[in-house]
């Protein structure tokens, strides 16, 4: 069973276009984390949030985490070529410093 | 300011064989942890190593091992591979949560490991 569900899964879309991914647990954390990896490297953190219905905003991304710190959100607007990517939800639900990690929305944004 | 770097980048082996990946943390970091990742899946954690020792470990067999250096370097041993430890091995390097209060953990580029 997967601790952090994501989806979708995978998504192509056209440049311009807006999206949404979604991260989604049965369990509360005290944080979740955002990081996207492109191909070859490793997965790079894009923004931490804590604080249950926090919207953070990184250009035209927009992070919100759930109010009952359950579930996540990212959103991007007129996405880029430039976006494409593995993005990862991830969050340690222990508190012990073990991530434990969605499976991830493969991001394809077509010229 | 070097940030997490690890080698080799890439490894071919056969099954049976044992392999060893390194890993150098980011300056002023003092705990590493090591994570499996599967092509186009989320990575999963096999341990971490904080003053030498393991702290924490995932669902991996004992075939997985690992060592810290007092540099706070590590290294990864996979013994009698198999054809499913085929994956991208990612270190990742912090300060210890409970010091920092917080688990931001920063990734290498990862070791491609291929097993036929």
């Known amino acids: 069973t997967q601790l952090l569900e994501q989806s979708p899964q995978f998504l192509s879309i056209q440049e311009g276009e807006n999206l949404t991914v979604y991260c989604n647990s049965s369990s509360v954390f005290s944080s979740l984390q955002w990081y996207r990896q492109e191909p070859g490297e490793g997965p790079v953190l894009l923004v931490t949030v804590v604080t249950g219905g926090e919207v953070k905003k990184l250009k035209r991304l927009t992070f919100q985490f759930g109010d009952a710190r359950k579930d996540s959100s990212l959103h991007i607007t007129a996405a880029q070529p430039g976006d494409t990517g593995l993005y990862l939800c991830a969050g340690d639900p222990s508190n012990t410093g073990k991530l434990i990690f969605g499976q991830g929305t493969t991001l394809q944004v077509k010229p | 300011d070097a940030g997490v770097t690890q080698s080799p980048t890439h490894l071919i082996k056969t099954r049976g064989q044992q392999v060893t990946l390194r890993c150098s943390p980011k300056s002023g970091h003092d705990t590493v942890s090591w994570y499996q990742q599967a092509l186009g899946q989320g990575p999963q954690f096999i341990f971490q190593y904080y003053e030498e020792e393991e702290r924490q470990r995932g669902n991996f067999p004992d075939r997985f091992s690992g060592h810290q250096f007092p540099n706070y370097s590590s290294e990864l041993n996979v013994n009698a591979l198999l054809l499913g430890d085929s994956a991208l091995y990612l270190c990742?390097?912090?300060?210890?949560?409970?010091?920092?209060?917080?688990?931001?953990?920063?990734f290498g580029a990862g070791t491609r490991l291929s097993v036929l």
């Open positions: 990742a390097s912090s300060l210890l949560f409970h010091i920092s209060g917080k688990n931001i953990q920063y």
